[in-house]
C-alpha cells in the first residue's frame, strides 16, 4: 500500500472515529503532574496571565508534546475561564499536529516494526516498553507526551488523539468542556467503527446519541456545541441507514437486522422518555413505519428515511 493511500485511509478513518465513536484504551501521559491547587485561580495574577500567554504561544510554536507539558504543570496558576481556553486549543492543536504525527508513523521502518510489535487495543505504554529500537521509541514516547494512542483498521496503525489525557484537566475547566471530555473519552476508549463496520451494540449507538442530545440541551452555547451537533448527525445517519459492513437492513432479504429491532423497541418502551427526547420522537416515527411494512425495505421505508434523515443536506 502506497503511504498516499495509507494516508488517506487513516484520514478518513480518524473522521469517522471523531465523529462516531469515538473515541479506545490507553495510558496516561508521561509529564509533569498538575499543579497541588484543587482548581483554576478566579481571578486573574500577574503570573497567571504570563502562564496563559506563554502556553499559547507555545501551542502555536511548539510541538504539541512541549506544549501539553506546559499546560499540565501550570493549569492551577491560570483562572477557569483561562484554562477553559487552553484545553479547547490543546485539543485544536493536536487535531492539527494530527497529520504529521501520522506521517511519522508511516516513515520508512517504522509502520513495519509497529506492524510486528502492536496489539490491537493495547495502551501506548505497553508499546513502548516492547519496543527496542530507538528511533521508534522516540517516535511512539512523543506521540504518548503529545496526548495520542495508536489504533489500527484496514491494515495500517495509526495515532488518535486519547481523550483520556485531558480528564486530568477537568477540575480546571467549564462543566460544558468537562461534559465534552466525558463524551469524548466514551467514544476513544471504545470505537463504535472499524473497518466500515459496527462494533458495538445498536443500543449502545442509541444510548451515545441520547448523550450527545443532552449535551446540546445542556450546554446549547457551548464552544463544542458544532462538534456535538455534528456527531448527532451522523448517530441519525447510522440508526438510519447503518454501515457499508453493517448495514441497518440487510443486502440479502432486504429486511431489518433482528438485533436493530431489539434495540429500537428496546429504546422506545418508555413512553415517558421518547416525549422528553427529540432523537427518539425521531426513532419512533421510524420504527412505526418499518413497522407497518414489516421490517422491510419498501418503497415507502426508503423514500420515508431519506426525507426524514437525508444523506445530504
Do not use: C
Amino acid at each position: 500500500m502506497s503511504k498516499s493511500k495509507k494516508s488517506a485511509i487513516a484520514a478518513i478513518l480518524a473522521l469517522i472515529l471523531s465523529i462516531q465513536t469515538g473515541v479506545i484504551a490507553s495510558a496516561a501521559p508521561a509529564s509533569e503532574p498538575l499543579a497541588d491547587s484543587s482548581a483554576a485561580s478566579s481571578k486573574p495574577t500577574a503570573f497567571g496571565n504570563a502562564v496563559y500567554n506563554k502556553a499559547n504561544k507555545l501551542l502555536k510554536d511548539s510541538d504539541v508534546a512541549y506544549a501539553k507539558s506546559y499546560i499540565t504543570k501550570h493549569i492551577g496558576s491560570v483562572t477557569k475561564y483561562q484554562a477553559t481556553m487552553l484545553i479547547l486549543k490543546l485539543e485544536n492543536a493536536m487535531n492539527d499536529a494530527l497529520p504529521a504525527k501520522t506521517d511519522k508513523v508511516y516513515t520508512i521502518g517504522i509502520q513495519d516494526k509497529l506492524m510486528n510489535l502492536y496489539k490491537y487495543g493495547e495502551p501506548i505504554n505497553t508499546t513502548i516498553s516492547k519496543a527496542k529500537d530507538e528511533t521508534l521509541r522516540k517516535v511512539l514516547i512523543n506521540l504518548r507526551d503529545s496526548g495520542y494512542r495508536l489504533y489500527t483498521t484496514e491494515g495500517v496503525i495509526f495515532p488518535i488523539i486519547d481523550y483520556k489525557t485531558l480528564e486530568p484537566y477537568k477540575p480546571y475547566i467549564n462543566k460544558d468542556v468537562q461534559a465534552y471530555i466525558d463524551i469524548m473519552v466514551v467514544e476513544s476508549e471504545k470505537p463504535a467503527v472499524s473497518d466500515a463496520a459496527l462494533v458495538i451494540s445498536w443500543s449502545e449507538v442509541i444510548d451515545r446519541g441520547l448523550s450527545l442530545e443532552a449535551f446540546l440541551t445542556a450546554y446549547p452555547k457551548s464552544n463544542r456545541a458544532a462538534d456535538m451537533k455534528l456527531k448527532l448527525r451522523f448517530t441519525e445517519l447510522s440508526l438510519f441507514y447503518g454501515y457499508n459492513n453493517t448495514p441497518l437492513i440487510k443486502y440479502e432479504d432486504n429486511l431489518l437486522d433482528p438485533e436493530v429491532r431489539q434495540a429500537f423497541d428496546k429504546a422506545l418502551k418508555n413512553s415517558d422518555a421518547v416525549s422528553k427526547s427529540a432523537l427518539l420522537k425521531k426513532l419512533k416515527a421510524w420504527s412505526d413505519v418499518l413497522e407497518s411494512n414489516k421490517d422491510k425495505l419498501t418503497q415507502e421505508v426508503e423514500q420515508y428515511r431519506a426525507k426524514a434523515v437525508p444523506v445530504v443536506d
